[in-house]
């Protein structure tokens, strides 16, 4: 892993020639610089794996910013469930923010794939510091039944699910999805909340990409996508 300081104007590094600065000797030229991560070259096997980490970076994609909202949307509902020393207020904000969150993701988010629900449900763990499960152990009835029935019963999943990039290799990749994504403006960048060191994690990886787990799920897609062509 490099360091390097550079000010980023556009999502990638210098892509055409009005993204030079042409400097006349004797000129002064002075530049604000701010500090970023620049990630190794990824180290794949072959070319098909080269397109089973691009469906994966899709299945990422799409998991995120339902993630960053609902992360965003449990801590402040927790934090403001701490400040309200009523039990009947706090039962009304609570049952506001449900209503928004199943107005908003309910149909969407039953719509993702097991494996974009997974996703969602570790990306929860990796931007609030707890498991869905943990997030939700101490609300009403209500909002339970939306996690469960939206995720957990629909993708066959558990809500107790976490986000290890230091140990799982499906958690390494969506991480390395999203650091590279951040970079180039692709996604909003939000902080992770757990404690872990990307910069070392993919360094001891050699930049090693192991996509070997979803051959198969790409294949079964792969195979859905040719039959509804053909109906």
Known sequence: MLSFSQKRETSSLLDNIDEYVLVKPGDTLTVNLNEFSLLPKHKFNSRNDIRYYLWFRRKVFKAYPFAQIASQKLESLNARLEEMPSKRKRKKHVKLVQKYVEGEFSD????????????????????????????????????????????????????????????????????????????????????????????????????????????????????????????
Not at 179 to 195: G, H, I, M, V
Request: glycine fraction near 2%; charged fraction near 35%; charge should be positive.
């Open 108 to 231: 969407r988010i039953k719509k993702m794939t097991t494996t974009e629900g997974r996703i969602l449900i570790k990306l929860i763990h990796r931007q609030t510091g707890k498991t869905v499960f943990n997030n939700i152990k101490f609300l009403r009835s209500g909002w339970k039944a939306f996690w469960y029935n939206t995720t957990a019963n629909v993708f066959k999943l558990s809500l107790k699910t976490e986000y290890h990039p230091e140990l799982e290799n499906e958690d390494f990749l969506i991480e390395d999805v999203l650091q590279r994504a951040f970079q180039t403006d692709k996604l909003k960048a939000q902080e992770s909340k757990l404690n872990f060191d990307f910069a070392k994690i993919i360094v001891q990886r050699k930049a090693k990409v192991n996509v070997e787990q979803y051959k198969l799920m790409f294949a079964k897609n792969k195979k859905k996508r040719t039959r509804k062509k053909k109906k």
